[in-house]
Every structure is written in C-alpha cells, then in structure tokens.
Nanobody, 116 residues
Framework: VQLQASGGGSVQPGGFLRLRCTAS????????MGWYRQAPGKERELVVS???????NYADSVKGRFTVSRDNAKNTVTLQTNSLKPEDTAVYYC???????????WGLGTLVTVSS
C-alpha cells in the first residue's frame, strides 16, 4: 500500500487546514486509516483513527477541533483541522493498518506550522 498526503502548510493560530491522504495499491486490505503527528523533540502520537465502519478515535487534545472523514470508494482519508493552536505544529503522517496479512503503512508526512 502506498500513501500520498497533501494539505500541510503554515497558518496563524485559530486558522484551519485540510489534510488529505490517498491510498493506492492493495487497498482492499485496509481496515483502519488515520493520522499521527510528531512535534519537534517529541514522540509520534495518534491524532485520530477511523475504522472501516466509520467509528473514530480522537486524541483528547484535538477533540472538538479536528474532524476526520473517510471515503472507502476513493481510498482517501481527510482531516479537517480547525481552531489550530501553536501546539498543533508538527509533521502529520497518514497511516493505514491492513489485514491479510497484517501490516502498517506510513505516508511521508506533511508539515503543519501554526504561528503568529
């Protein structure tokens, strides 16, 4: 499975960005799609995951501000980020988890910078 992410950029606090990730290859094996992020000097952390059923799991730090959606027909996952804060600054990575056999795939990452 290959992942191509887009939509990062630089915004002021309170701004918004939309990140999108498109999967290609063995997409029929995908179960979970989601986004992680890694801030400078910190470990990579889960932002949100969305299961094939549509159920979601958000990090507490982004609940109410970020919204994830998934298009299973187009193999895309979109993250709408609103009310961005400086602490949201990080490289955001698209991630998918697959089965048959189990696997874990990462996109290259897209940088989000929130600064005044």
């Amino acid at each position: 499975v290959q992942l191509q992410a887009s939509g990062g950029g630089s915004v002021q606090p309170g701004g918004f960005l939309r990140l999108r990730c498109t999967a290609s290859g063995s997409t029929s094996r995908i179960n979970v799609m989601g986004w992680y992020r890694q801030a400078p000097g910190k470990e990579r952390e889960l932002v949100v995951s969305i299961f094939i059923s549509g159920s979601t799991n958000y990090a507490d730090s982004v609940k109410g501000r970020f919204t994830v959606s998934r298009d299973n027909a187009k193999n895309t996952v979109t993250l709408q980020t609103n009310s961005l804060k400086p602490e949201d600054t990080a490289v955001y990575y698209c991630n998918v988890k697959v089965s048959r056999p189990p696997g874990n795939y990462w996109g290259l990452g897209t940088l989000v910078t929130v600064s005044s």
